[in-house]
């Protein structure tokens, strides 16, 4: 029997579901299709819907129908949709509600001009115009942090907020042996004036026949016209309104067809992880993907695990030769897969490598640990920042262009994010071991061009689930472990071992 309660709060629910897929939509809209002009017309509109938004997320009736449904969850199978569903609405709720009104419209004031301060100081490549904003947002993280109890550490509050139930003492040392390792290997293979992927993707490419090129790739790897679109952006992104209806976009450099070409593998992983969950969750809050670690694992399962392998060069470069009459002709796969496998210790982040990206997160986990513990002054951010890269990568930066200013995160007060991007690495090497395992052809499947075993893995394991299971009961279930640093060394070593980029140990 299920309970008046329930039918009501999955109403409820489906209707908070619908303002944010509204918020979603132009999002995707205000970076592919809106005119400029529209901008002033779009923040009354974000506005407004963020107000509706905020106000259904917090009604004090959403709070008595979970403490009505809390009695019966507690006698029901706790795998089951609707105990999973109260759980996961009770956890929002908490988090909208303990966080004063006025806090909250600082928080969005201060995102706002926080990121107009950060544009300016990129543009002038200067710091100081930025600083008073990245002061105000470690102020208000710590008022953010003060409305939470029951952590060990008070970036774990933050860390919560992208990475569910993942801790501050849990990643401190998983990322120090990241660091240990990938130091000396990125020293022992990396060059850093070699030119990105070796050069071989070096245009010029007309940007239709890129467009035609990535499509085909797509087609191969399992994008559903009826369902999916492509469209150009500035900064690539993946953003679904349901699963049924999935934007991708990508950027399109004529100098460089690798840009198109690994962004939109990256994104496809995004796509079909929202394509892919249960229709029975859809617009219910269990239908999001559950973090965004578990999100960056499907991501570059695509870009890297297998779009940097070798049976994937070897599927390649066939399209490549039909795509780009005469470019690719002087490539064979080992020189491919030698090229998208070089290493290049580098400033910037957004451009890296996949041996170098993750030391670029765990400079940014030291200083924001730093900033919210209280042991950096906000002063000494930028010479905190080219020390740590003098450290990590043997560079100087010449610029706070190029070193501190260059990501948007700061700038909206979001810290917290960025080690997620470094958990979806660890979290695909180990999915990979398993993949191997449960389909022991899947590297012969990936280079005749079968990708179907490999999405159905997938949806099963991971897609479907959506929000359901935590990131750390996801795991566990597929893999028996924890999040571990060992799997994804030992598959970057072998690979550049493979690519005759590393000698063998
Ligand atoms: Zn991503």
Known sequence: MTPAELTELRRQLAEITDLQALGALMFWDQNTMMPPGGAAARADMADTLQRTLHARETAPELGRLLDALEPWAAGEDPDSDDVRLV????????????????????????????????????????????????????????????????????????????????????????????????????????????????????????????????????????????????????????????????????????????????????????????????????????????????????????????????????????QLRRQFPGAFDALDTTSLYRAVNTVQPSLIRIEADETTYNLHIILRFELELALIEGTLEIDDVPDAWNDAVARLFGLEVPSDAEGVLQDTHWGGGLIGYFPTYTIGNLMASQLWERIEADVPDVWERIEAGDFAALREWLRVNIHRHGRKLYPRELLGRVTGEELRVEPFVTYLRAKLEDAGLLAPA
């Open 87 to 318: 759980h996961w609405a009770r956890r929002d709720f908490e988090k909208s509600v303990r966080v004063p009104a006025d806090l909250a419209a600082e928080i969005t004031r201060a995102k706002a001009v926080g990121l107009q301060a950060w544009t300016e100081a990129l543009a002038a490549s200067d710091y100081s115009r930025f600083r008073d904003a990245l002061a105000r947002h470690v102020e208000l993280r710590h008022a953010y942090i003060g409305c939470f109890e029951g952590h060990a550490h008070p970036y774990d509050v933050l860390l919560d907020d992208f990475e569910p139930g993942l801790t501050t003492a849990e990643l401190r040392p998983m990322f120090a042996e990241l660091r240990e390792a990938l130091v000396p290997l990125v020293a022992a293979t990396g060059d850093p004036d070699q030119p990105r992927n070796d050069g071989v993707f070096g245009g010029p490419f007309a940007v239709d026949a890129q467009r035609a090129a990535v499509l085909e790739l797509l087609d191969s790897v399992g994008y559903d016209p009826d369902h999916w679109r492509l469209d150009p952006s500035v900064h690539p992104f993946a953003q679904s309104l349901a699963p049924t209806d999935v934007r991708l976009t990508t950027k399109y450099d004529e100098s460089d067809y690798a840009v198109a070409l690994y962004s939109v593998l990256h994104e496809f992983g995004h796509g079909l992880y929202e394509a892919s969950v249960d229709p029975a969750l859809a617009r219910t809050t269990l239908a999001e993907p559950v973090s965004l670690g578990v999100h960056e694992s499907q991501s570059r399962l695509w870009e890297n695990v297998v779009g940097r392998s070798r049976p994937f060069c070897a599927f390649l470069l066939p």
